[in-house]
């Protein structure tokens, strides 16, 4: 069984993340656009959405690892309008 991030669990992963990143962590992911590398929460979105996050959500006593769940279509609509993209669904 798959796991569905709620929008309240996802908003918490990024911005958990956008803190370690505003506080000098490494990005797991590579951002070519200079504007779009400097925006922590963009950087923090397009990991969950990659999938290469390294979190983990305990719902109702359960573990669940965020790189394995699916994500609220409200990470692909953020990055969207970030970045202009185009992109058809989540994982």
Known sequence: MTLVLT????ARVMGLRS??????????VTVADERLRQNFRYVAALELFKGVLDAQIRRNGTVFHVRDARFPACVTILLDTEDGGNRVSCR
């Open 7 to 10: 929008r309240y669990e996802a």
């Open 19 to 28: 803190l370690q990143l505003s506080e000098g962590s490494q990005a797991n």
